[in-house]
């Protein structure tokens, strides 16, 4: 029977999301840790793990995150429907997971299969698998169950070499996603129930772990808390180096615990009145005194009841500390972005309030016959609406202005939400839509530098660069160091003939982000055609450099190599490269580039062939 409602806890869920499988990549996110990373994008070469751990995404240093996307790129390219199924699969996995661990913490078997349902079914998990750039979600929980669980045999066995994995499960959850610093405080609540280690003394009850006290339990966990502290410190310091984390007068401490308050209520009444979820629920940044105070008083009332019942019902405080104390590292008391609370941070946090519901029904249900018969017909009922709101959740997610319409019309029109309308108006040809939408956003938020970027680049992408110069000089004179930006100005002073200026904002980005080969690659092409600028060994060497970056061959590299190589007397060479681009133009089934290439060589050849 335990292999046949894991099978099945296993293929309902997979069935339950398939639906992912034709859904796209988001230009929200999506693009950071996968589309346009270009070291993702080489895939699983030699050099990955150089990379990974090199590397930060979206402000995090999350290097096992990292190998599961390129190793996705390795396997399936930009095969987004691919990606969302690798996803879904771990998901199913980590229910799976949680219905063992719960047999293996003593837990009953309908009741391991109803928890791990609810985990797995719930709507509030839509987000955390349906979204790409979530992998980390189901990746690091992935490992915080084997932890747990290696922890319990661990605890059962006195095996150290159980620990040496417990460590090593650990750190490869904090390398997918830093929110699993709370762990060795949840095995401190699991070591209170359902292991009860702690009895306020020292001995072993006949077929239970040893019963101790609090400093040889705290002194046991050293170890995991000094590397909770090693990923706090990596994590902080990331963060800030990205600019991701707002400093206290943009918001100021009182606004921050008020938004704890009123986020921990919050995300209970999303789990259990799971409407009107959204992709995104921007920062008030003030919030009434009435909503604090309600918050704060029932977070209160439940905190005194679960206390009260501690000795006779332990789980309610084991479940709801586990819920307060998994969403420390998200609450907003250090806040990143402009959210105040998002549907994937209850991914790990409600199994707590979930098993502690499933342990009071199982202990109700259990005192009388009908009570039992009544306690089945609620889950089904439960289990099937889960089913019913995640089936209706799901296809929000399907691209970005699915994700972007569902997150305004539930309140979260931030510029980012509005934002990805407007791209996918451009991606769609509706540039006129798409550039009405863009100055909106610009007018409505005239101090955000991407909101300016964004409507200079799609004035480019429409073919007016001279009027893409005045937003994407905004967007710089906003913020100095925006890299991006500064490309896209180069670009457009390019495509104005005003070489000069397009060169200073290249090698601008080069000196400060060497790693991006559209600078080298633009830069190239200045240095071998412009009769002022002309370097032909300068050039020669940034098609060089962009070409190394490129993580997948790329025509206009390719091209601006061969130009590099032609303006350096080097034709043999340069022919022999626009040769390979013109064949790999035409497996790529891009016709004009193919045309485009040979006229190219034609024209290299004759002036190497002189009269």
């Known amino acids: 029977m335990t292999a046949f409602l894991a099978t099945s806890l296993f293929v309902l869920t997979v069935a339950l999301y398939l639906p992912v499988s034709s859904f796209e990549f988001l230009n929200f996110d999506d693009n950071l840790y996968v589309t346009e990373n270009l070291g993702v994008l080489r895939g699983w070469d030699a050099g990955v793990i150089a990379r990974a751990f090199g590397a930060q995404i979206a402000g995090n240093w999350q290097p096992v995150t990292f190998f599961s996307h390129a190793l996705d790129v390795q396997m399936f390219g930009l095969d987004a429907g691919r990606h969302h199924l690798v996803s879904v699969l771990i998901h199913a996995g980590n229910a799976v997971l949680l219905f063992f661990l719960v047999r293996a913490l003593g837990g009953g078997l309908w009741a391991g299969f ?60 904090l390398m997918a996603k830093p929110m699993l610093v709370t762990l060795p405080f949840a095995l401190l609540l699991l070591d209170c129930w359902p292991l009860k280690r702690f009895a306020g003394r020292s001995g072993k009850s006949k077929g239970e772990p040893a019963t101790m006290t609090w400093p040889p339990l705290l002194k046991e966990k050293l170890p995991l808390f000094g590397i909770s502290l090693a990923f706090c410190a990596i994590t902080l310091a990331t963060q800030q180096n990205a600019s991701a984390v707002r400093d206290l007068t943009a918001l100021p401490l009182d606004v921050r615990i008020q938004t704890a308050i009123v986020a921990y209520a919050g995300y209970l009444e999303k789990f259990f009145w799971p409407v009107n979820l959204g992709g995104y629920y921007t920062h008030p940044h003030a919030w009434p005194w009435w909503e604090v105070a309600l918050s704060g008083g029932f977070l209160l009332a439940v905190s005194c009841t679960v206390f009260r019942v501690r000795h006779s019902r332990p789980w309610w405080i084991v479940g709801w ?158 913020k ?132």
């Open 321 to 478: 500390l586990w819920y307060v104390g998994t969403l420390v590292p998200v609450i907003g008391l250090v806040q990143v972005g402009n959210q105040w609370m998002a549907d994937r941070y209850t991914y790990i946090p409600t199994i707590g309030i979930a098993a502690a519901l499933v342990c009071e029904a199982v202990t109700w249900a259990g005192a009388s016959r009908s009570r039992n018969v009544m306690g089945t017909l609620a889950a089904v009922a439960v289990l099937a609406a889960c089913l019913a709101a995640t089936s209706k959740q799901i296809p929000t997610w399907r691209n970005s202005r699915t994700v972007a319409a569902n997150a305004i019309s539930t309140g979260g029109g931030s510029s980012g939400m509005r934002t990805n309308v407007a791209i996918s108006e451009a991606q769609a040809g509706r540039m006129r839509e798409a550039l009405r939408a863009f100055e909106s956003i610009c007018r409505d938020y005239p101090s955000d530098p991407d909101a300016f970027n964004n409507l200079g680049f799609a004035l480019l992408s429409d073919g007016r660069p001279r009027e893409a110069i005045p937003p994407l000089e905004r967007a710089i004179q906003l």
């Open 114 to 173: 109803f928890l791990a349902a609810i985990f797995a079914w719930h709507p509030l998990r839509v987000e955390s698998v349906a979204w790409i750039a979530e992998r980390k979600d189901v990746l690091s929980t992935m490992f915080l169950l084997l932890a747990i669980w290696t922890y319990v045999g661990f605890v059962r066995s006195g095996k150290w070499w159980l620990y040496a994995m417990l460590a090593v499960f650990f750190c490869a959850g």
């Open 480 to 611: 100095p160091d925006y890299h991006g930006a500064r490309i896209n100005l180069g670009k457009a002073y390019f495509l104005c003939g005003a070489n000069d200026e397009a060169i200073a904002e290249f090698e601008n980005v080069i000196r400060s982000d060497p790693g991006d080969p559209s600078a080298y690659v633009y830069a190239a092409m200045i240095y071998a055609s412009d009769p002022k600028l002309r370097d032909p060994g300068k050039a020669v060497q940034r098609a060089e450099t962009g070409i190394s970056l490129t993580p997948r061959e790329n025509l206009s590299a390719i091209e601006a190599l061969a130009t590099a190589y032609s303006s350096a007397g080097r034709f043999r060479e340069s022919l022999e490269v626009l040769e390979k681009a013109a064949r790999l133009a035409k497996s790529q089934g891009k016709l004009e580039w193919e045309s485009r290439l040979r006229k190219k060589s034609e024209a290299i050849r004759s002036q190497a062939t002189p009269p």
